[in-house]
């Protein structure tokens, strides 16, 4: 089982900008983010594969995210700028064995425990 942590959560006002970070305790391994508000199901939001070359963004984030890793660190993280309310919620980070598949709806073993995102107007 992957240990994933994430951080970076916060409070931040509409038309503003955040970085979540996920650390995994392996390498080589398919990550993503997913996200879930209350009263609603949880979403896929992006997905990078171990070398970078396959990613994976719901069009809700399209133009607004940038999902990058770093390898040697063992790091994932999602930066998202020109928040909306609608992207607040809990953001999870997930991991999934590769094998050559590593999108939103490649199916995820691993979770972290998420962090809290709030988007005030």
């Known amino acids: 089982q992957v240990q994933l942590v994430e951080s970076g959560g916060g409070s931040v006002q509409s038309g503003g900008s955040l970085r979540l970070s996920c650390a995994a305790s392996?390498?080589?391994?398919?990550m993503g983010w997913f996200r879930q508000s209350p009263g609603k199901e949880r979403e896929g939001v992006a997905t990078l594969s171990p070398g970078s070359s396959t990613r994976d963004i719901a069009d809700s984030v399209k133009g607004r995210i940038s999902i990058s890793r770093d390898l040697g660190k063992q790091m994932l993280y999602l930066k998202i700028s020109s928040l909306k309310s609608e992207d607040s919620g809990t953001y999870y980070c997930a991991a999934r064995r590769w094998d050559g598949r590593c999108t939103l709806d490649s199916g995820y073993s691993s979770w972290g425990q998420g962090t809290q995102v709030t988007v005030s107007s």
């Open positions: 392996v390498a080589g391994i398919c």
